[in-house]
């Protein structure tokens, strides 16, 4: 059977028709070949949705977004979602709107509610939530600190023009001035710091003995503390203590007159009667000296003895009575 022109040119225009309505569905994101049940998500604000924007579970693109409307009545706006049949979504699922990266627009990810096996039919209205997008995440942190950068660059403003008004000609020529003079200040400290170090270089054996050497009187000076520390000098102060002690107690009772030698210390008639004997002991002395014969008497021709003779002063020479 041989076909006409006319049969040819009709299936042409046929397949031609069908080849645009499955091209035209599919740069839609919906394949003809598949079935698609049509659900429902009311939101206050959709944050940027497009139409045809992808919706995924769990990662996965199991739909679109077909179309937005506003309801009149509530004044918010219902998306129409696409969802194939082949992925069974309870009626508690619910439908957030969220920002996959910076680049990217919107998209509604499907959390569903395996606890519930109910499964959401065609024309049914999942509940919806709008997730937080990364920019408006940054954008949220970004605020405060952009808050405190704007009150920084008015502290900072505010600051410089003080500068500006403190530093007039005479201030700025002051200040130059004192620069000046630090640098010559720095230079000078440098100088002596090189001749400081030079004394210690020409002299370096001078320092390293007197190092040693007091290092080797810390030594003994160890050693000596060490030797304090044998000697127990705590029971030795104790000893001293008790010594002076019963020294102070001798000494009050030699004030108080107690004893031979408290009542030798204490009696004016014993003072009286030793400085009364000492001065006629000495006058005794004075007249054997004077007059030895009256005293010893030695006579080889047995001549009479003289008669004694008083002196005539019974006193001490250069001493008053």
């Given amino acids: 059977m041989k076909l006409t022109r006319e049969i040819k040119t009709a299936i042409l225009v046929i397949a031609s028709i069908l080849l645009f309505i499955w091209g035209y569905s599919f740069l839609k994101g919906k394949d003809l070949f598949s079935s698609y049940r049509t659900l429902y998500v009311e939101y206050a604000s959709v944050e940027g949705l497009a139409t045809s924007a992808p919706v995924t579970l769990n990662g996965l693109v199991i739909g679109k977004v077909n179309s937005i409307t506003i309801n009149q009545n509530t004044g918010k706006l219902l998306v129409e979602l696409q969802i194939k049949s082949d992925f069974p979504i309870s009626k508690s699922s619910l439908a957030s709107i969220y920002e996959p990266g910076f680049i990217g627009g919107k998209q509604i990810a499907i959390e569903p509610n395996f606890e519930d096996k109910s499964v959401a039919e065609n024309g049914d209205q999942l509940k919806g939530n709008v ?56 230079e000078q400290f440098h100088k002596a710091s090189v001749s400081m ?49 019963k020294v102070n107690g001798i000494m009050n009772g030699l004030e108080s007159g107690k004893g031979t030698m408290g009542k030798l210390l204490n ?51 250069n001493e008053k009575n």
């Fill in 267 to 317: 009696d004016d008639a014993l003072y009286a009667n030793l400085s009364k004997t000492s001065k006629e002991l000495e006058l005794l002395l004075q007249d054997v000296r004077l007059y030895p014969t009256r005293y010893v008497n030695v006579s080889l021709f047995g001549k009479k003895n003289k008669p004694y003779k008083a002196p005539v002063n019974d006193t001490i020479p």
């Fill in 131 to 186: 997730k937080l997008g990364l920019t408006q995440t940054v954008g949220d942190k970004l605020a405060p600190v952009q808050e405190k950068l704007e009150k920084i660059m008015v502290n900072a403003d505010n600051l410089i023009t003080g500068i500006n008004n403190v530093l007039d000609k005479k201030a700025q020529e002051d200040l130059k001035i004192s620069l000046a003079e630090l640098s010559k200040t720095m």
């Fill in 197 to 245: 170090n030079t004394v210690l270089d020409d002299n370096k054996g001078q320092i390293k003995g007197v190092v040693s050497n007091f290092n080797k009187i810390s030594g003994d000076f160890s050693k000596i503390s060490d030797s304090l520390n044998k000697a127990d000098l705590g029971k030795t102060v104790k000893d001293l203590n008790k010594t002076l002690a």
